[in-house]
């Protein structure tokens, strides 16, 4: 009888995959939605790259973990994949929140920069991939786009203004 | 030959990759060298590599490398008897030039009537009207207060129409104007930028060709009376008008036309004075008509691709031409052979907005073998933050033919990884994989449309990959401090800050 190893629900490709991990010393057995897969892990370059062997198939990435996420940065692409453990499930699940809900309603900064104009008001209606504000930063005046359409709930900075990597700048409300 | 004007000792007036690359030109030579640099700049790969170092002052260029006392005042402490001004910076300040010669020290680089003439999109557009090199149509805005007289200006060049700074390059303050509702508030905002950026308002209005191709010649004149071409560079893969991937020979330059263009970059050359290395600008429409576009009066970031096709060193040849030396060729032109390919690879998001990324670079691996060359400045450790330009690292291959320099490029990038940054380095790939640029047939829209792949739920990699990175995350916290690894990265703080959370 199989010891039950340690499991993450993973999002990918818009489905939860539940990955379960067995074993420690020697070596790991991995099962992804109960089908086995003989896969190895090793930290490379004083531990900043990990490399990957899944039956046979080599990759090798960084990761970083953000907001829920693991950011993965292969060869070839970068991906975000929205990972938790039983533990962080578990307290989720226990105060009801929903997973990355609600995650484009609030527009971040992505960068440090100034507020250089906003170009829309509260309750203003707006389409997917329409420019709110300009963030000056760089040198360069960037557009800050609605990620998808909806109402401006509420505008929380204003022209003139520095702000910092991930300050909010403007909430979204369903239309 | 004995130079007339001879360097011994080359201060290098900028940073990043080109300061680490006419560093290199100038060890070669055998030249002594001399850094400056910006407190950010402190542990920089050009401080290191020189000889001697000088400290210039804080992060903002304004206050470090764009301060010619300061810069003079290293040139006078360190005994340098010339100076190179890179790119951007200082390297199309006619005051600058001044301010050196001045000095009793040589400037390597044009002449400053040349750069006056060349510098400025205006007066390069009257300078190369009288020797018969076709113009796009356009006109300049001193005074953008009088909305009216803009529009009426904006009208007169004609829709569709770009907006950018009078001064400078490198896509500041660029815009793009398909209707005159539109023109007077992208007129105020590239003013407004292009005030920031390089303390100058003014700005240029300039018919925006379709489909157009960014061909550029480049040039080299000595003070012997040789000004020779050194055929084309295609760098119509941009986005917001800054370069991303450029290559030699263009796929849409035949010798006829090419023939033509060196014909025109020469006269353009010629009619301002020019000495130094130098690159002509053109757009080449869906027709193969050619216009000028501008001057560029230094060395340019993708000069090594026509180092690599014509077995030539631009920076030797500005070093040379600088002492008073002839080109060390004019005799007889290289002949051009094979193909070769650059890729900027720079610290940004490509799939949201081409926003700048910023971090510390971890255990970086550079691509090797045959026919690749690396010019950047990355290390281990190097954090890279938002002061300066975003560049981190330019992959030059050569092969004898396109495709197969394609194939060289595509696994040089596939070897290089620069943990810790997010990078351009997937949409490079998935440009050279794109049908229209394997074809040849493509022109400066090419990346606008350019997406990530959707996941595929197939593809059972990033799901394993994610779960083993957090079990590794999760175990190593639980085991004893004599046992874990000694160092952890800073990711691995970052990871286990979340998850502590």
Same mark, same amino acid.
């Given at each position: ?111 440090? %920069? #100034? &507020?250089?104009?906003?170009? =829309?008001?509260?309750? *203003?209606? +707006?389409?997917? /991939?329409?420019? @709110?504000?300009? !963030? ?13 359409? %909806? #109402? &401006?709930?509420?505008?929380? =900075?204003?022209?003139? *203004?520095? +702000?910092?990597? /991930?300050?909010? @700048?403007?909430? !979204?409300?369903?239309? | ?501």
């Amino acid at each position: 009888m199989a010891r039950r190893g340690t499991r993450y629900y993973v999002q990918w490709a818009g489905e939860e995959r539940v990955v379960e991990i067995r074993g420690g010393q020697a070596g790991l057995e991995v099962l992804v939605d109960g089908t086995v897969y003989p896969a190895d892990v090793a930290a490379v370059e004083n531990g900043d790259l990990l490399n990957l062997l899944v039956d046979g198939q080599s990759a090798t990435y960084a990761v970083r973990f953000e907001d829920g996420a693991a950011m993965l940065s292969f060869h070839d692409r970068e991906v975000r994949v929205p990972i938790e453990d039983e533990r962080g499930r578990m307290a989720r699940l226990a105060t009801g929140g929903s997973r990355s809900g609600g995650a484009d309603s609030e527009v971040k900064s992505v960068m440090p %920069g #100034v &507020v250089k104009e906003l170009l =829309v008001a509260p309750d *203003q209606p +707006v389409q997917a /991939g329409q420019a @709110l504000l300009i !963030l000056e930063a760089m040198k360069m005046e960037n557009e800050i786009r609605a990620p998808r359409e %909806g #109402v &401006v709930e509420r505008i929380h =900075v204003e022209a003139g *203004q520095a +702000v910092e990597k /991930g300050a909010q @700048l403007v909430s !979204l409300a369903p239309l | 030959m004995s130079a007339p004007r001879p360097i011994s000792k080359l201060l290098v007036a900028n940073r990043g990759e080109i300061a680490v690359r006419v560093i290199r030109a100038a060890h070669e030579q055998g030249l002594r060298t001399v850094a400056v640099y910006s407190d950010a700049d402190r542990t920089s790969l050009h401080v290191r590599m020189a000889h001697e170092a000088y400290r210039l002052g804080p992060p903002p260029p304004s206050a470090s490398y764009l301060r010619i006392d300061l810069i003079l005042e290293a040139a006078r402490k360190s005994g340098a008897d010339a100076i190179h001004p890179g790119y951007g910076f200082l390297a199309e300040s006619a005051e600058f030039v001044e301010a050196i010669q001045e000095a009793g020290l040589i400037y390597v680089g044009p002449p400053a009537s040349a750069m006056r003439a060349m510098g400025d999109k205006i007066s390069a557009r009257a300078t190369v009207e009288t020797s018969g090199v076709p113009l796009v149509p356009g006109a300049t805005l001193t005074d953008v207060s009088d909305a009216a007289a803009c529009r009426a200006t904006a009208d007169g060049v004609g829709y569709p129409l770009l907006v950018k700074a009078s001064a400078g390059g490198g896509g500041k303050g660029m815009r793009l104007v398909r209707e005159s509702a539109e023109v007077t508030g992208a007129i105020k905002r590239a003013s407004g930028e292009a005030l920031t950026a390089f303390g100058d308002g003014t700005v240029y209005l300039e018919r925006f060709i379709e489909e157009p191709r960014h061909v550029e010649i480049q040039i080299l004149a000595d003070d012997h009376g040789t000004t020779i071409a050194l055929g084309e560079r295609e760098c119509s893969v941009q986005r917001r008008h800054q370069k991303v991937i450029e290559e030699t020979p263009s796929p849409a330059v035949d010798e006829t036309l090419r023939a033509k263009m060196e014909a025109a970059a020469v006269a353009c050359a010629e009619s301002c004075g020019y000495r130094s290395a130098g690159t002509v600008e053109f757009l080449v429409g869906a027709d193969r008509a050619f216009h000028f576009l501008e001057m560029n009066t230094r060395i340019q970031v993708e000069h090594p691709i026509t180092e690599l096709r014509y077995g030539v060193d631009l920076l030797a040849e500005q070093l040379r031409i600088a002492q008073g030396l002839p080109i060390s060729f004019a005799g007889e032109l290289p002949t051009p052979a094979g193909h070769a390919i650059e890729v900027r690879i720079c610290a940004e998001d490509a799939d949201h907005g081409f926003m700048p990324s910023t971090g510390t670079l971890g255990a970086v691996h550079l691509p090797g073998g045959p026919g690749v060359r690396c010019d950047g400045h990355v290390h281990f450790g190097q954090v890279v933050g938002l002061d300066y330009d975003n560049l981190l690292l330019k992959l030059i291959v050569h092969a004898d033919s396109r495709g197969a320099a394609i194939l060289r490029m595509k696994r040089a990038l596939w070897e290089t990884r620069l943990p810790g940054l997010t990078t351009n380095i997937p949409l490079l790939l998935r440009t050279l994989d794109d049908e229209r640029f394997v074809s040849g047939n493509y022109d400066t829209s090419i990346l606008d449309d350019s997406a990530a792949p959707e996941p595929d739920a197939d593809d059972i990699m990033p799901v394993i990959a994610a779960a083993l990175a957090m079990h590794r995350r999760i175990k190593k916290t639980h085991v004893p401090p004599s046992t874990a690894s000694t160092q952890p990265s800073p990711w691995v703080a970052a990871g286990r800050s979340w998850w502590r959370r």
